[in-house]
Nanobody, 116 residues
Framework: QVQLVESGGGLVQPGGSLTLSCAAS????????MGWYRQAPGKGRELVAK???????NYADSAKDRFTVFRDNAKNAVYLQMNSLKPEDTAVYYC??????????WGQGTQVTVSS
């Protein structure tokens, strides 16, 4: 099993920045991909960005040029740097870890609210 704990959410004004952090524990050697998904009210959960153990990133179109996903394998952590935030970025952000065996693990979620 893998446990994921997110932090860093909060309220930010449009155009502002926020960095989310996610720390993994448990059977961490089994993790291949780590990333971030989000779910806005009334909508389904969608991919924001993910990164492989080798450092290859993949972004949703809405996140390209504004968000950066990076990981620290020594700390078993993944981060999401979010710049130029928009009200439509408001959502609960979930950390995800995918094992080499393609099992998925989720954090509890952290709220990000972009509002003036």
């Amino acid at each position: 099993q893998v446990q994921l704990v997110e932090s860093g959410g909060g309220l930010v004004q449009p155009g502002g920045s926020l960095t989310l952090s996610c720390a993994a524990s448990g059977i961490i050697f089994s993790i291949d991909v780590m990333g971030w998904y989000r779910q806005a009210p009334g909508k389904g959960r969608e991919l924001v960005a993910k990164i492989t153990s080798g450092g290859s990133g993949n972004y949703a179109d809405s996140a390209k040029d504004r968000f950066t996903v990076f990981r620290d394998n020594a700390k078993n952590a993944v981060y999401l740097q979010m710049n130029s935030l928009k009200p439509e970025d408001t959502a609960v952000y979930y950390c995800n870890a995918e094992s080499w065996g393609r099992n998925n693990y989720w954090g509890q979620g952290t709220q990000v609210t972009v509002s003036s």
